[in-house]
């Protein structure tokens, strides 16, 4: 069964940070490459970054970028998600989703977030003023 869990987050005040994690399992990890999304109350989910299969490539939205840092274990079949200086607007619930492709962070960004096909249950994030 192909399964990714999400963990890490919580509740901090701005300024601060987390690092969500990702697990992948029933799949071979190295080959896909890694969405992170976000969505807010009330509003649609966005990809705010994202990782090529081989983590050597990573492409952020302009809204984290600088703030926030993807990264890719292979061999522990996990990713991550560094976030610093968080602000209150980044208050959302996280996914990560996986999607077997060779292209590069770029790439995977680019595909719709409708053809990820293996996607975690989510992780709450809420940054107080």
């Known amino acids: 069964q192909l399964r990714l869990v999400e963990s890490g987050g919580g509740t901090v005040h701005a300024g601060g940070s987390l690092r969500l994690s990702c697990e992948g399992s029933g799949f071979s990890f190295h080959e896909y490459g890694i969405g992170w999304f976000r969505q807010a109350p009330g509003q649609e989910r966005e990809e705010i970054a994202c990782?090529?299969?081989?983590?050597?490539?990573?492409h952020y939205v302009d809204l984290v970028k600088g703030r926030f840092t993807a990264s890719k274990d292979n061999a522990k079949n996990m990713v991550y998600l560094q976030m610093n200086s968080l602000k209150p607007d980044d208050t959302a619930v996280y996914y990560c989703?996986?999607?077997?492709?060779?292209?590069?962070?770029?790439?995977?960004?680019?595909?719709?977030?409708?053809?990820?096909?293996?996607w975690g249950q989510g992780t709450h994030v809420t940054v107080s003023s």
């Open positions: 990782i090529s299969a081989s983590g050597d490539s990573t």
């Open positions: 989703a996986a999607i077997r492709t060779a292209v590069s962070a770029d790439g995977v960004c680019f595909i719709h977030q409708e053809s990820f096909y293996v």
